[in-house]
């Protein structure tokens, strides 16, 4: 069983400006290949990796504020700030055990790992006004944790003589400057050139997508 409360607020601090936040808690269900993976297998041949029946959910703390102000009737600066507390996240560790009167060594899941996620965003959006629109988007990040992937010991410190990471360190997908920029142009009908009563170019919309991480 899992409760997970959420709360959400939003009100107009003016006739222009809204803030918001937000709380919550989440599960997400455990990769079902975490759990059943080679569960009847020979662990006397090769180096096995094995599901984890008893292996628990992964857990999520949530928080995030934020505030949209419009400057114009058709440009939004949004402000957002958030951050993530993650346990039971899953993980390998490896097992040494007497099996069919042998000792073996395998690998199995189990949910050791945790993060901690933080960082903030900043948007300036123009809305279709008049055939113009388009967002820049700038945010920052800050992820840091035990393990990027279940896998992690299993590829990368498995029969090796590095030590597994007792501290946080940045994950895989810490992106720490992201920023994004799009502008769209459209053509609104009746708005263009005409061929023998036909409106050729209307409803047509060209798009330019930039990204720098």
Sequence with gaps: YQFSPRLGISFAVSNT???????????????????????????????????????????????????????????????????????????????????????????IYETGDFAKIKGFEVKLKKSLSPGFSGELTYSFLDAKGTGSDSRDFYYLFRDTDTEVPKKEYPLAFDVTHDIKARVNYFITPNSGPTVCGVDILGNLSANIFYTWQ
């Design 17 to 107: 400006g809204r803030f918001t936040a937000y709380y919550g808690h989440f599960m997400q269900q455990i990769d079902l290949g975490d759990v059943y993976q080679n569960l009847t297998s020979d662990l006397t041949s090769g180096v096995p990796l094995v599901g984890n029946p008893n292996i628990q959910t992964q857990k999520t703390i949530a928080y995030e504020v934020g505030y949209d102000q419009e400057i114009t009737k058709d440009v939004l600066l949004s402000l957002k700030a958030f951050y993530k507390d993650q346990s039971n996240l899953s993980s390998t560790e490896s097992v040494n055990t007497v099996y069919n009167q042998s000792f073996v060594d395998y690998t």
